[in-house]
């Protein structure tokens, strides 16, 4: 959606009449405009350069070692190339995880997210093609249902149901689940890679005058982005989409109005115990957005700069808001490290998760009413 507003004319004249008799004068008075100034194209250029993009190179990157690793483990199944094949799909969790504080353009217009990232897994129809077929391929699995590849299919083959623990053996794995994986990972690598492409090279592989996604944003004042402006307020709801969806989804639906309606069934990431580091990953990525560089990086322009220049109070108030719902999600593990799906069903636990979720309704309702609303102060 492109953010369109206009500027009413600011000068007034008045005639007004001083002394005596038919002499008069002609005064202009000038109001000055409400708002505030801010040059926007490096803050937009770093973020989608030195945050987006380079992001999605990491999730690339990340997406051939994990590849390697599970190919690894179909030619030397040994507990080592296990756990290092387990290691590499936390790993390319991570940026996946943190680029959903920007879910728009490619990931969504080529589908790239239901293929990566769909969630729940169709558990039956992954049990009845591991037990109906002698052998898997990449150019096979592609085919199938999203429901069955992706992030938390290899998750479940890698780390077993998630019951009673996320510590599946070797001895566990069958030939065919690790041929299932790898040829998964083949799949999910070719995806990871489309997107790479779609934003630094075209982001219609289908349209040969197709232009690298980076570059609508770069230059606005195209058939995407009107202006700068509507690039600003797709970043900036992009980190309201997925704050709004940790806070009252991956958090709010599984932890359910009291212990006695929990659903640990959508709990994400459940087989793997990942969750609260998935909603950890995805509150660093509003961070990165809104600070503009990733965690011990030099600083550089974010949406951060872009609400100083409006009203440095908040710009301050919402950093550490965001700072604040980070830390309150690391929290609800607790002292006895408890995993999101066994914390929902912990008295005290659910105290520490509730704690997270008011974090987060504050975090988005701050993003909402006083960063949003931002531009339509941004004079241009």
Not at 190 to 200: E, G, H, I, R
Not at 238 to 246: Q, S
Not at 299 to 328: H, L, P, Y
Request: charged share 20%; proline share 3%.
């Amino acid at each position: 959606m492109i953010f369109k507003r206009s500027l009413v004319a600011l000068a007034i004249s008045t005639i007004a009449l001083t002394g005596c008799g038919s002499s008069s004068s002609e005064e202009e008075v000038v109001i000055e405009p409400t708002g505030f100034s801010f040059a926007a194209t490096e803050m937009i250029t770093n973020l989608t350069n030195d945050v987006i993009v380079a992001g999605y190179q990491n999730l690339n990157d990340e997406a051939a070692d994990f590849l390697l690793a599970t190919q690894n483990l179909v030619n030397t199944p040994t507990a080592e190339n296990l756990a290092a094949a387990q290691q590499a799909w936390k790993d390319v969790r991570v940026p996946w995880e943190q680029g959903e504080s920007h879910i728009f353009g490619p990931v969504d217009a080529l589908s790239i997210d239901p293929h990566l990232d769909t969630w729940p897994l169709n558990t039956s129809d992954l049990q009845a093609l591991l037990a109906s077929q002698t052998g898997f391929s990449a150019d096979e699995l592609k085919t199938f249902n999203d429901d069955v590849q992706g992030f938390h299919t290899m998750e479940f083959l890698l780390f077993g149901d998630g019951v009673a623990d996320n510590e599946k053996t070797i001895e566990e794995m069958t030939i065919l689940e690790s041929e299932y994986l790898s040829a998964a990972a083949e799949v999910f690598k070719t995806y990871t890679q489309t997107l790479f492409d779609a934003w630094t090279v075209a982001n219609n592989p289908n349209d040969v005058n197709s232009v690298a996604y980076k570059d609508l944003l770069i230059t606005a004042n195209n058939d995407v982005y009107a202006s700068q402006l509507g690039v600003v307020e797709e970043l900036i709801n992009g980190m309201i989409g997925i704050v709004d969806e940790v806070g009252n989804g991956k958090i709010a639906e599984p932890f359910g109005s009291s212990i006695d309606n929990i659903d640990t069934s959508k709990v994400e990431s459940q087989y793997s115990w990942n969750s609260l580091s998935d909603f950890t990953d995805n509150i660093q990525g509003v961070q990165n957005v809104y600070r503009g560089e990733f965690p011990e990086q030099a600083d550089k322009a974010g949406i951060i700069d872009f609400i100083s220049a409006a009203d440095a109070v908040v710009a301050t108030r919402v950093d550490i808001e965001i700072v604040d719902a980070i830390a309150a999600i690391k929290a609800i593990s607790g002292e006895a490290d408890l995993p999101f799906r066994q914390a929902i069903n912990d008295a005290n636990a659910r105290l520490r998760i509730q704690l997270a979720i008011d974090a987060l309704t504050t975090l988005q309702t701050s993003l909402e009413n006083d960063v949003l609303t931002q531009l339509q102060e941004w004079q241009q």
